[in-house]
C-alpha cells in the first residue's frame, strides 16, 4: 500500500508555500529547509512542478540566452578557492594578457548569430585600471554598437567613476558573484572580505546599471547557508541571479571535493526560484558536469536563464544543444529585452 500521508502532507506543504509567494510572500527558514531536505522521487517532482509554475507566473515561457568571453585570463591576486586562475594555485589554465578590441567584439557578433541576445567581457583579477580598464571600455562600445546584443562586463571591484564611465560606453548590465553566503565567505576567500563585494554591487546600482550576482554552490555550505545566501541576494535586489555548481579544479583547495548530485542541484535551483519569484535564475558553469543527463529539469526547477558556450577555464555545451531542449519542452528563447 502506499503510504499516501507523508506524500499528501509534502504536496500541502509545497502548494501551500507557492499560494504564499504568488500572493506576495515570503517563505520562512524552517520551509526552506524543508524544500532542501525532500528525497522522495515524488516530492521532488511535485516541488519541480511548483518551481516551474512560479517560472510561468512571473516570467511566462521565455528563457534567455548569455554568453561570455573570457577576455583576460589568470594571474589573480585574490585566493578564492575554487578558482584555477588564481596566482595562489598551480593549474593547467592558459593565461594571457587583455584580449583586442576585435578578439572580443568577433566574439560578441558570434555569439548574437547563434541566438545569445547578452554578452560578457570577462576578466581575471581582483579589478581593473590604466590601459586595460580604457581597452575595456571600447571593448564595451563595440558590444553595444552589435544591433540587438545588450552589453555586460565582470572585470571585479571597481569605483562609482569607473561604473559611469562604463555605463556611458554603453554597458547595460554588470556582473559581480558574491560566490557564498556571507557566514561561509571566510572559508572561501581571504584576500578580500564580502562587504567589498557588496559594495561594489551597490556603487554599480547607484550608477543605473542593471546587476547580475549570484554564486557558487557545492562550496561546502549548509542548508541554511544555501538559504542565507538567497535572502542576501533578495535583500541586494539584484535583477538576475547566476547560478554555477563547483566544477572542482585540479591544483586549487577544492580539488577534490565532490561533485554535488543532480537531484540537489535542482532542489537548490528551485528554492531560489522560491525566494526570489520575480528574478532572473540563470543557470551558468558546472552545470553540464553536476546536472548531467537532467539538465533540461533545470527549466522545471525554475530557471528561466541559461549561460551557453564556454565557460572561463571550462568547455561549455553547444548552443544547438540548449536550443533545441529549450524548443522541445515548449518554451521560446528570448530574443531581445
Not at 540566452?65 to 585566493?79: F, H, P, Q, T, W
Not at 557578433?109 to 575595456?136: E, L, Q
Not at 567613476?161 to 565567505?185: D, M, P, V, W
Amino acid at each position: 500500500m502506499l503510504k499516501t500521508k507523508n506524500i499528501s502532507e509534502n504536496y500541502a506543504f509545497i502548494h501551500d508555500i507557492t499560494e504564499k509567494v504568488i500572493g506576495g510572500g515570503d517563505i520562512l527558514p524552517a520551509e526552506a529547509e524543508r524544500v532542501l531536505m525532500l528525497h522522495r522521487q515524488s516530492d521532488i517532482m511535485v516541488l519541480l512542478s511548483h518551481a516551474n509554475m512560479l517560472r510561468e507566473h512571473f516570467h511566462g515561457k521565455n528563457i534567455s540566452l548569455c554568453a561570455i568571453v573570457n577576455a583576460r585570463s589568470g594571474k589573480c591576486s585574490e585566493d578564492c578557492s575554487f578558482c584555477a586562475q588564481s596566482a595562489y594555485y598551480t593549474t593547467s589554465i592558459k593565461t594571457y594578457p587583455l584580449l583586442q578590441k576585435k578578439n572580443i567584439t568577433d566574439a560578441a557578433r558570434k555569439a548574437f548569430c547563434s541566438g545569445v541576445h547578452r554578452f560578457s567581457i570577462v576578466t581575471s583579477g581582483k579589478g581593473m585600471s590604466g590601459k586595460d580598464f580604457d581597452r575595456t571600455c571600447e571593448a564595451v562600445d563595440g558590444i553595444a554598437a552589435i544591433d540587438g546584443l545588450l552589453s555586460c562586463a565582470s572585470v571585479g571591484i571597481l569605483s562609482k567613476e569607473q561604473f559611469a564611465r562604463l555605463r556611458s560606453c554603453g554597458l547595460k548590465r554588470y556582473h559581480h558573484n558574491i560566490e557564498t553566503a556571507r557566514s561561509h565567505f571566510p572559508k572561501i576567500c581571504s584576500t578580500h572580505a564580502f562587504d567589498e563585494r557588496i559594495k561594489t554591487i551597490r556603487y554599480a546600482q547607484e550608477e543605473g546599471l542593471e546587476v547580475c550576482c549570484g554564486a557558487i554552490l557545492g562550496l561546502g555550505e549548509t542548508y541554511q547557508q544555501r538559504f542565507e545566501l538567497a535572502l542576501t541576494l533578495r535583500e541586494l535586489d539584484v535583477d538576475s541571479i547566476p547560478l554555477n555548481f563547483l566544477n572542482p579544479i585540479a591544483g586549487t583547495p577544492l580539488a577534490d571535493r565532490p561533485l554535488m548530485e543532480p537531484v540537489e542541484a535542482l532542489k537548490s535551483i528551485a528554492l531560489f526560484r522560491f525566494v526570489l519569484p520575480d528574478k532572473e535564475i540563470r543557470i551558468c558553469g558546472g552545470r553540464e558536469v553536476t546536472l548531467r543527463s537532467l539538465q533540461p529539469l533545470m527549466y522545471l526547477a525554475g530557471a528561466n536563464g541559461v549561460m551557453v558556450g564556454n565557460y572561463l577555464t571550462t568547455e561549455g555545451r553547444n548552443i544547438n544543444t540548449d536550443s533545441k531542449e529549450i524548443e522541445g519542452l515548449g518554451l521560446s528563447i528570448t530574443r531581445t529585452r
